[in-house]
Nanobody
């Protein structure tokens, strides 16, 4: 059973900061990337940031310069440091991992249960 366990969400005022963490557990042969998506009420889930196993990163334009993704491959953990938060950042944030369970399997997406981030104005 593969699990992604998130932590660090909460309520913060506009301009504040939060740090999200996500750790993958279970039988996994290889993790190709880990990252964060978010879904606000009435909107589709969208990419926030991803980090590949080689350390390369991708960010949504809306968070560039404010959010930083980092990780520790040996710990199967990814972090999202969020600065200068805006009310528009309010959403449920989901951890994602693109991974292979065995050497014979194909890579697929795994998802965490989500953590709420609320930014008040």
């Amino acid at each position: 059973q593969v699990q992604l366990v998130e932590s660090g969400g909460g309520l913060v005022q506009a301009g504040g900061s939060l740090r999200l963490s996500c750790t993958a557990s279970g039988l996994l042969f290889r993790i190709d990337s880990m990252g964060w998506y978010r879904q606000a009420p009435g909107k589709e889930r969208e990419l926030v940031a991803t980090r590949s196993s080689d350390g390369s990163t991708t960010y949504a334009d809306s968070v560039k310069g404010r959010f930083t993704i980092s990780g520790d491959n040996s710990k199967r953990t990814v972090y999202l440091q969020m600065e200068s938060l805006e009310p528009e950042d309010t959403a449920v944030y989901y951890c994602n991992a693109a991974a292979m369970r065995t050497i014979m399997s194909t890579a697929r997406d795994y998802w965490g249960q989500g953590t709420q981030v609320t930014v008040s104005s």
